[in-house]
């Protein structure tokens, strides 16, 4: 069984910055594909950034190109979400989930985190 826990959001006006932590349970950590979903009210669950399980590929939603990175520390079992220049559209509760099983885009993943919540200010 794998547990994730995320940390670090809040609340943060508009240009400022957040940087998530997502920390796994398991073995499994340092040999699986991690991604990053947000879910604001009234929307489905979106894609937002993914890592490789060594960090050689990442991939971003357009809206957060150049604004939000994503890493990972393999020996401390945690994943990073960086997000600067944050807007009110960010606001969502950001989740991190462990092991894709279709495209790393969809929200189809082996375990997920309960989420913590991103609120932006204008």
């Known amino acids: 069984q794998v547990q994730l826990v995320e940390s670090g959001g809040g609340l943060v006006q508009a240009g400022g910055s957040l940087r998530l932590s997502c920390t796994a349970s398991?073995?499994?950590?340092?040999?699986?594909?991690m991604g990053w979903f947000r879910q604001a009210p009234g929307k489905e669950r979106e894609f937002v950034a993914f890592?490789?399980?060594?960090?050689?590929?990442?991939r971003y939603a357009e809206f957060v190109k150049g604004r939000f990175t994503i890493s990972r520390d393999n020996a401390k079992n945690t994943v990073y979400l960086q997000m600067n220049s944050l807007k009110p559209e960010d606001t969502a509760v950001y989740f991190c989930?462990?092991?894709?099983?279709?495209?790393?885009?969809?929200?189809?993943?082996?375990?997920w985190g309960r989420g913590t919540q991103v609120t932006v200010s204008s």
């Open positions: 989930a462990a092991g894709p099983k279709q495209q790393y885009y969809r929200p189809y993943y082996d375990y």
């Open positions: 398991g073995r499994v950590f340092s040999t699986t594909g």
């Open positions: 890592i490789a399980w060594n960090g050689d590929s990442l």
